[in-house]
């Protein structure tokens, strides 16, 4: 993806019969998206309803001035988002890997943690939980007894501090996003934008760019963008892969995942699925569940199965969207 010199005219002109684009940015309807000469225009969605997100490959045409509006989505691999009983949130489409970060201080939480594998596992999307700050190591031990169980689950923990070892954490990360589209997520304070602007050159100016094409600059730190990874970092089946960075939350809500989803999203409880006496077992207080004997038993954490038994509650309350 080119970031060289802008051409927004003759973007305008082949937008005009309608010409595919990429989703770099978004904040509420207002979006940034790449053409294919490598121009950005500011885009919006035709119509009140917006679903786009960042990673989607829409159709656009010409409006006005550096302006396209959004005729048409392609359909999607993949579609990240969180939601609530009132609302939902898209977080990025058509992405292969999530990128959990985390951090010896502040401390993590783990709700947020086990939500965001429970949403990838759903949508099979690779999941990579990534520990920084590693060189505080008064609070390193403590944070790997709380990510023990994870691994123990089959998940990878790489650990990593951006600070104390820019190089090493290069050395790690390239072979693990290399010809990826792959979304960093996590709570404020973790060193995500450290992160990102460790591996993304000149990240700050491309920031910029599409502040200015959003037309505000108070949206720097609240929308969600796409940046094309180092062109030296190789591909992976002639991509060269991205990373996509979002606003640091707290809550990563689940409604919209059904009963049937969520306890797939699960990787303990797959094998025992078929050990429940009743075929729609909730696995909650039903007699002969082969989920609820693997608790009992401590092949499956109690708090994961808190956490299946929050979110299935969730999933059920009724949803005016």
């Avoid at 060289?4 to 309807?29: D, F, I, M, S, Y």
């Amino acid at each position: 993806m080119s970031r060289g010199a802008r051409q927004p005219r003759a973007a305008r002109e082949t937008a005009q019969a309608g010409q595919q684009a990429l989703v770099v940015a978004a904040h509420g309807r207002h979006y940034v998206v790449e053409m294919e000469d490598g121009s950005l225009l500011h885009a919006f969605p035709r119509g009140k309803r917006s679903d786009c997100a960042v990673g989607d490959r829409v159709r656009v045409e010409s409006a006005a001035a550096d302006q396209v509006v959004i005729a048409g989505t392609q359909p999607r691999k993949n579609l990240l988002h969180r939601s609530d009983q009132f609302k939902s949130k898209l977080l990025a489409a058509n992405i292969d890997q999530v990128v959990i970060v985390l951090a010896t201080e502040p401390s993590f939480s783990e709700d947020l943690l086990g939500r965001a594998l429970v949403s990838a596992e759903a949508l099979e999307i690779r999941p990579l939980i990534v520990l920084n700050k590693v060189d505080l190591t008064d609070r390193l031990e403590a944070a790997r007894a709380r990510l023990a169980p994870y691994r123990e689950l089959g998940y990878t923990v790489l650990e990593l501090s951006v600070h104390g070892d820019p190089d090493g954490t290069q050395a790690l990360l390239r072979p693990r996003l290399a010809g990826l589209s792959t979304i960093l997520i996590g709570q404020s304070g973790m060193g995500k934008s450290s992160l990102l602007n460790l591996l993304i050159p000149g990240v700050e100016a491309q920031t910029r760019e599409i502040s200015a094409k959003l037309d505000s600059g108070k949206h720097t730190t609240t929308f969600t963008r796409l940046y094309p990874l180092p062109a030296d970092w190789g591909t992976t089946e002639d991509r060269r892969g991205c990373l996509i960075d979002s606003p640091g939350f707290q809550e990563f809500g689940l409604y919209h995942l059904s009963e049937g989803m969520l306890e797939r999203a699960f990787p303990e409880f797959r094998p025992r699925l078929t050990g429940c006496r009743f075929y729609n077992c909730h696995h909650i207080n039903e007699p002969g569940c082969g989920v609820l004997e693997a608790v009992q038993s401590g092949d499956i954490s109690p708090r994961r199965h808190q956490l299946y038994a929050q979110l299935l509650h969730e999933s059920s309350q009724q949803k005016p969207w």
